[in-house]
């Protein structure tokens, strides 16, 4: 069975800093791609970051320079650590992967940003 559990999410004041941390089983993690998507009320889910097996990483625009997303594969889990957060950042983000010809999601984790 696969799994992936979320957490780090909370309440933060604009300029502040939070760090999700996304830990997975029943993967070999080492060679799986991973992804932070985000919700926001009443919008799509989107991609915010993406780290490979090879450690190269992706980033949407609007959160370059501010998100830096990485693995440590001997724990298992991938991490986001999020600075200068803004308003716009609120949303529920959930860690992603495909194994095995499925796709998997953890349940969430509410970031919330207040101006």
């Known amino acids: 069975q696969v799994y992936l559990v979320e957490s780090g999410g909370g309440l933060v004041q604009a300029g502040g800093s939070l760090r999700l941390s996304c830990k997975a089983s029943g993967i070999n993690f080492s060679i799986s791609t991973m992804y932070w998507y985000r919700q926001a009320p009443g919008k799509q889910r989107e991609l915010v970051a993406t780290v490979p097996s090879g450690n190269s990483t992706d980033y949407v625009d609007s959160v370059k320079g501010r998100f830096t997303i990485s693995r440590d594969n001997g724990r298992r889990t991938m991490y986001l650590q999020m600075n200068s957060l803004i308003p716009l950042d609120t949303a529920v983000y959930y860690c992603?992967?495909?194994?095995?010809?499925?796709?998997?999601w953890g349940q969430g984790t509410q970031v919330t940003v207040s101006s």
């Open positions: 992603n992967t495909n194994w095995r010809g499925r796709t998997y």
